[in-house]
């Protein structure tokens, strides 16, 4: 083994984290990081299976750990051999903790940018270990964001992606509590040749007025909108101590859908959490309906350490999995129905390094032999097959 390998687990944030500890340490030399994620225990198995492999791989490199998981299981992880040391979560894109010099590192030449524009979180949902991982928001400031998008710009991307852990609270530690919707209208009008922007998952009860205006009328801003949504029965959204209800994220799907009919919704939802009735339960299934759930990202419940979620009385870990069973059976007929709706019309497709490309609404296509990466064209799909337009 010769240059480092970065290995990223869990969320988009992680994996624009993993791009940037990449090219930070491109002058290293046997040396493995794990970038982990802890937002379930499942989360926490692949990490440390992945730490395993990776010493199994690389028998005589340095293996370093960071991310969500090297903060809340550090006692855990670190009593693996397989661990050479750590380096904290709010540190790993910090040169000095990895002690490198302090050099700007290029942007990786991809198609589609992920910037993180905020990181961390201060909210105190009952099921998530996060903040513990992550510490309080904090945000990038406008100008800083706009050098971001430009240098992913000049390498080359087509497609920029605004991520972090709730981005939506992005501009709250700023001086003027400045809206979400300000910076992506920063963007946009700073960067009129960037063909797309495209939002991460954002909270719809802080989704401020100007980024609605922009999700529903700017046709540069991806008609793809992910919630985080975590569950459709009133009770249990109040027991996970989130801020909206229900009828909130309908209200806001229907007002958008009627101001822009091609807006593909993606959700987060969590199957069988504490206290979870079958009447919840169904709640939860029809919320896929309500919405039409297109990216649906669901997750069985598992207890975190240390949540007050882990204190209330749990699912039986068998009906957590049929839950989760017939929530992704659910999610996936729905996105069947909405792929298959898609044939036969033309779309923009933005060209990827695998054959394939995505359209405004993320549908993925398979695309001709030949077809240049981060071209963006025009495709017209003849069948839907095996998740693909083709």
């Known amino acids: 083994m010769s ?7 869990g969320c988009r944030l992680n994996i ?78 910090d040169p000095r903790a990895w002690n490198v010099p302090a050099a700007v590192p290029a942007p990786q030449d991809r198609t589609r940018a992920f910037i993180a524009v905020q990181n961390g979180c201060d909210h105190a949902c009952t099921f998530c270990i996060i903040p513990q991982g992550r510490g309080a928001s904090r945000s990038l400031t406008i100008a800083q964001v706009l050098a971001e998008v430009e240098r992913h710009l000049e390498y080359g991307a087509s497609e920029v992606v605004l991520t972090g852990v709730d981005v939506t609270s992005w501009g709250h530690d700023l001086p003027g509590n400045q809206p979400l919707g300000e910076l992506v209208q920063a963007v946009l009008d700073t960067f009129p040749n960037l063909a797309r922007l495209r939002m991460s998952s954002l909270d719809g009860i802080e989704i401020d007025p100007l980024l609605f205006e ?132 033309p779309h923009s497709v933005l060209a990827e390094r695998d054959g394939t490309g995505y359209t405004p609404h993320f549908a993925r296509v398979a695309l001709p032999h030949g077809t240049t990466p981060g071209e963006i064209l025009t495709v017209t799909p003849q069948r839907y097959e095996n998740g693909l337009l083709q």
């Open 16 to 93: 624009s984290e993993s791009e940037q500890i990449r090219a930070m340490l491109a002058q290293e030399r046997d040396l493995v990081v794990v970038n982990s994620c802890a937002v379930t225990s499942e989360a926490v198995r692949q990490t440390r299976q992945a730490i395993r492999r990776a010493r199994r791989d690389n028998p005589a490199a340095r293996l370093l750990v960071t991310g969500c998981a090297a903060e809340v299981e550090r006692e855990q992880l670190a009593a693996m051999p397989e661990v050479d040391g750590f380096v904290a979560n709010t540190a790993k894109l």
């Open 3 to 9: 240059a480092p390998q970065v290995i990223s687990l």
């Open 214 to 345: 922009l999700f529903a009328g700017e046709q540069r801003l991806m008609p793809h909108l992910h919630l985080s949504l975590q569950h459709g029965h009133n009770l249990v959204l109040k027991r996970m101590k989130r801020r909206h209800l229900r009828q909130h994220a309908v209200d806001l799907v229907e007002r958008l859908v009627a101001l822009r009919p091609d807006l593909a919704v993606g959700a987060d939802l969590i199957a069988g959490f504490p206290t979870e009735t079958d009447d919840h339960h169904a709640a939860n299934l029809s919320i896929v309906r309500d919405l039409r759930i297109v990216h649906g990202h669901i997750f069985p419940y598992s207890p975190r350490p240390g949540t007050p979620a882990e204190r209330m009385p749990q699912v039986d870990r068998e009906t957590v999995k049929r839950r989760a069973a017939e929530l992704r059976a659910v999610a996936t007929q729905t996105r069947d129905e909405w792929l298959a709706s898609l044939v036969d019309k």
